[in-house]
């Protein structure tokens, strides 16, 4: 059961930046109750964990790949989590997944979360 809904995904030139949003697809579903993280899936790979969120958005975590190049903030007057992708390079051509799951557990271990999108596909173009 599909819960959440990303947007903001592209074509995109090496170097340049995009913006993803994470929603919820109901009303009822509040992102302050969770923790978020964003993970991603390239074409013959398997999924991986991209950045996170707590519910205070105190102590972000991101992968190696891409730290100093993510920023994950959330808008709770929106109700969403957005990922913001700054010099855009060739292998961050991915399906971006956002997913959500009460505080517990290891952040980045994607088993872990019970809600996710469908994707947005992000291409970066070399």
């Known amino acids: 059961q599909v819960q959440l809904v990303e947007s903001g995904g592209g074509l995109v030139p090496a170097g340049g930046s995009l913006r993803l949003s994470c929603a919820a697809a109901?009303?009822?579903?509040?992102?302050?109750?969770?923790?978020v993280a964003w993970f991603r899936q390239a074409p013959g790979k398997e999924r991986e964990f991209v950045a996170y969120?707590?519910?205070?958005?105190?102590?972000?975590r991101y992968a190696d790949s891409v730290k100093g190049r993510a920023t994950i903030s959330r808008d709770n007057a929106k109700n969403t989590v957005n990922l913001q992708m700054n010099s855009l390079k060739a292998e961050d051509t991915a399906v971006y997944y956002c997913?959500?799951?009460?505080?517990?557990?290891?952040?980045?271990?994607?088993?872990?979360?019970?809600?996710w999108g469908q994707g947005t596909q992000v291409t970066v173009s070399s």
């Open positions: 997913a959500a799951k009460r505080p517990s557990g290891t952040y980045k271990l994607a088993a872990e979360y019970a809600y």
């Open positions: 109901l009303r009822t579903f509040s992102f302050s109750t969770y923790v």
């Open positions: 969120s707590d519910r205070g958005a105190n102590t972000p």
